[in-house]
């Protein structure tokens, strides 16, 4: 195995992975990078970190700008447990609903409460009809926990129409054993040996 550090991708297409004006031959490129926040916080000259998420204070305003507050993947709130909450979906529902509460009480005239992200569990489908639910110290696995995984996307889906399309669509998917998978690059399939180059 070869294990390059401190070089940049700078494309990938038909024949591989481009380093810089290098090119490494490759039949299948697997991507495992990490996520960066929208350009929006630096642009707007806030305090970003690392990332490029927003510092935001407790009640998920931004620093020196009472009235303006950040949430979901763009916002970095340590404030809880030291380390920034996850930029997932549960995280951004709870700060949306409190941040409606949040200027509803500005506008009566009463004081701001902190944000506290109330964590509801972990949910993960690992393949057909086999999931993990892990609620405190409560665990469930395999055909139950895909189960579970199912009615709780569904439940928070916003309306009748597109809970409908989804039932029909992973229900024709599981019956039928069609893949989800969806290809962003085309791929002219040509037989190859397997490459021997790993970044």
């Not at 294990?3 to 490129?29: H, W």
């Not at 340590?78 to 951004?92: N, R």
């Not at 069609?178 to 190859?192: V, Y």
Request: charged share 20%; proline share 7%.
């Amino acid at each position: 195995m070869q294990v390059r550090t401190n070089t940049p991708v700078t494309r990938i297409d038909d024949d591989g992975v481009g380093c810089g004006d290098k090119s490494i031959p490759a039949a299948t490129v697997l991507w495992a990078a990490g996520v960066k926040a929208s350009p929006l916080g630096r642009l707007a000259g806030l305090v970003v970190d690392r990332h490029g998420r927003v510092l935001v204070e407790p009640d998920l305003s931004v620093p020196c700008h009472r009235n303006v507050f950040v949430a979901g993947d763009l916002a970095c709130f340590t404030h809880q447990t030291g380390q920034p909450l996850p930029g997932t979906a549960p995280v951004a529902i709870q700060q949306g609903r409190f941040l409606a509460r949040t200027i509803r009480c500005d506008l009566q005239g009463q004081p701001r409460e902190p944000f506290h992200f109330a964590n509801k569990g972990q949910l993960a489908t690992i393949g057909r009809s086999r999931a993990i639910v892990e609620v405190g110290r409560w665990k469930v696995v395999g055909f139950p926990a895909w189960l579970l995984w199912l009615v709780i996307h569904i439940y928070y889906l916003t309306g009748f129409k597109n809970r409908l399309l989804v039932v029909l669509q992973w229900a024709w998917s599981y019956l039928t054993y069609s893949r989800g998978a969806r290809l962003i690059l085309n791929k002219h399939w040509r037989s190859q040996p397997p490459a021997t180059h790993e970044l």
